[in-house]
């Protein structure tokens, strides 16, 4: 990093010379407030008459962003105020709530724009050394034993490098072994690498970085007989205690890594984490000392701070923890259903100016790559803040054209730009037996799929299958909000493929068993295709992942001459009458595929004694197929499952209802009225919100409405965080 010229000195005070012989020089010494610089290892001395209004712009600088941070908390809370009117199903309440929330953002809005123009001189996203730049300080002034008497000697303050008071100030180095680069030091635009200042010491195996106290408090000693010398009203006591403090504090040793296993536990004094506490608001804090005391960094989630390493660990939601409620319009009837509520949990670690960045901006833009997932804030002017009411979700089948986020890493000159995220989808699933259902993840973040090519290009939202894995690609603004820019990547694991399989499972049933043109044709067959073999073998889905879909295809057609015998078609009813919990979620298509295997007979089965019950033929048969029905949902279902009565569920023309029927009559047990009685209870629409029941069950019957809170989970209120575990 370039150094400029250093400022010309400032001296301490000025006298008039006596011409008289063996006269003495008189000079008055002004006072000065002193501050210690971690970045540097220096000790400042900053002129009486340039100390208040330091202390002013360096107090006005942590209210702005303790401003910002207090916004933040409010549009939480009344975050937090809607979730308990919906509670109570007062519908003036819930509008109140609403009203709130909007106001909260709209003062959020206003906050944002001054803490914006307040700061757009400080470039900080480059760090640029030729620019006006943060500074970081600890205060040591007069004020009682160890300097307790004041609030503001018990901070960490910033201030901008172009402040009067910083351009005026006199430095000591306490580092005496480097004090030929102290010239250097002294400059205030820029600074040597804070790696080459000696009171810092590097553990070479675990790169843990600490203050050498002893050596730093030695050279402090040294540097003291010089700035007594040198000025009036120097605190001896105060001097000591404070920096010995906060040597001690920050060299504290954490019990545990905190920061959701991310914090390593190690002090950073570079510009970059100077910014990120500046931007968390250890400001405002109204203490230097990470062992103790509240912290900002107030989000729609929960937020760790590891102070001296000058990084966070968060996880918010998005576009906040109520959701959005899906719609989908339908592209051949324009009929509008609502799919469920869905969010983004995002779990981020932010470091850095670009972790700075997304804790000062009100919207997000995402690079997703091959290697990583990056994330930096953007700022959106006008941009409406993200609904609270869950029915004013977004539409998900609009032809749009995606543009990928661009992350200009250039202008993140020299530092890391990275805002590493993981993360994952979730929604509301109504298989949790939670009193108050909570959202659940059904697909994680990815980095890799979002730069597949082709992928996501024509619709908000698309599904595909790729490399044994199903792929999700949507727009960011879709769950993060209006104002986020880009898309981002989704996929399955061996942990969330049953989630995931259930979550497009409901969305059919939501639509109604419309065609959901978001999901693409390669994706549902491997779907399907999962399931009939899930069914048929008895295995779990997971052990399919590894499979493309044309893989996956061919193992069905394996399966499908194994079918031919009378044998398997047997064993596979005999594995639905002992077991039916997958049916409840197969899709039309697979139980069409189940129905064509359980009806098929011919003159083996006719002589194979193990199709007979009590001289009943095809009894096991005949109660599998009703089995499979009795998980039929609406009467849409149940046509869509007659129509793909075919060996890899195509569809057909026309029914095959009359094919199953007549099966339904052979043997001396007549069922086919068994079908008609299923057939008259089936719901004309989906009842959303509620598990799948069999329609044969109570629970179907009295769930024939959608369960008014389907929209939307419980909102838990968020407790102030104490970051006294954490650091």
Known sequence: MAESASPAPVPAAQGKTNTTGQSQIEVKVQACQFYFRPETAEVICVPEKLAGPLQAHALEMAQIVQNLQDANEKVTKSVEAYGEAVKSRDPQKVQKSITLYERAQQFLEKVHAIFMEKTKDLELAKLDANGTTLMELLPIAPGGPNGKGKQFNRKIVHVKSNHPGVQGWRAFPIDRERASASSQRRNVAGSQSHENDSIFA??????????????????????????????????DASFNGIIEDWALSWNYKKKDKGLNGYGEDRIDTSREAQTMRYMAGVGAAGVYD????????????????????????????????????????????????????????????LTGVAGASVVGELSSEIECSKLKIAMKGVTTPGAPPPTINPAGGPQVAEKTKITPAKVDVGAFAGVKAD??????????????????????????????????????????????????????????????????????????????????????????????????????????????????????????????????????????????????????????????????????????????????????????????????????????RKK?????????????????????????GERIDGSHYGTVEKFMKLGYRDMDDDLERIKARLHDAPARGYAFAANNTMMYEMNSEDNPHYAMAAIHPLSSMDISTYA
Not at 206 to 226: F, N, V
Not at 627 to 645: A, G, K
């Open 419 to 620: 805002v590493e995220i993981t993360g994952a989808l979730q929604w509301l699933d109504p298989e949790d037996k939670e009193k108050e259902p909570e959202h659940k993840d059904f697909i994680k973040l990815a980095p890799a799929v979002s730069a597949m090519a082709g992928i996501g290009g024509s619709l908000k939202l698309e599904i595909t299958y790729n490399n044994g894995k199903f792929v999700m690609i949507f727009q960011a603004s879709l769950c993060l909000g209006p104002g986020a820019r880009g898309k981002i990547g989704c996929e399955t694991d061996a942990l969330l493929i049953g989630k995931f399989i259930c979550w497009v499972v409901y969305q059919l049933y939501c639509a109604n068993y419309e065609f959901l043109a978001f999901i693409s044709r390669d994706a549902f067959n491997a779907l399907q295709n999962i399931q009939f073999l899930v069914i048929q073998s008895g295995k779990q889905a997971a052990d399919f992942m590894k499979y493309t879909s044309q893989q996956i295809a061919d193992e069905v057609g394996v399966v499908l001459r194994i079918m031919d015998k009378t044998e398997a078609r047997d064993a596979l009813a005999t594995r639905i009458l002992t077991d039916d919990s997958m049916l409840r979620r197969a899709t039309p298509e697979t139980k069409g595929m189940l129905l064509y295997q359980l009806t098929r007979h011919d003159k083996t089965d006719w002589v194979n004694p193990d199709n007979y019950q009590k001289a009943d033929a095809f009894h096991n």
């Open 290 to 349: 990470p062992s103790g005391g509240k912290l900002g960094l107030k989000v729609e989630g929960r937020a760790e701070f590891a102070v001296a390493e000058g990084k966070a660990a968060i996880a918010f939601y998005a576009p906040h923890r109520v959701g959005w409620l899906l719609h989908f319009t339908s592209p051949t009837t324009g009929k509008v259903y609502p799919l469920g509520s869905i969010r983004a949990k995002i779990e981020a670690v």
């Open 202 to 235: 590097r553990d070479p195996a675990t790169g843990r970085r600490t203050l050498d106290h002893k050596k730093m408090m030695k050279q402090i000693s040294a540097i003291k007989p010089e700035i007594k010398a040198e000025f009036i009203k120097f605190d």
């Open 624 to 648: 599998a197929v009703l089995r499979v029905l009795q998980w039929v949902q609406t009467t849409r279902e149940w046509n869509n499952v007659f129509q793909h009565m075919h060996p890899r």
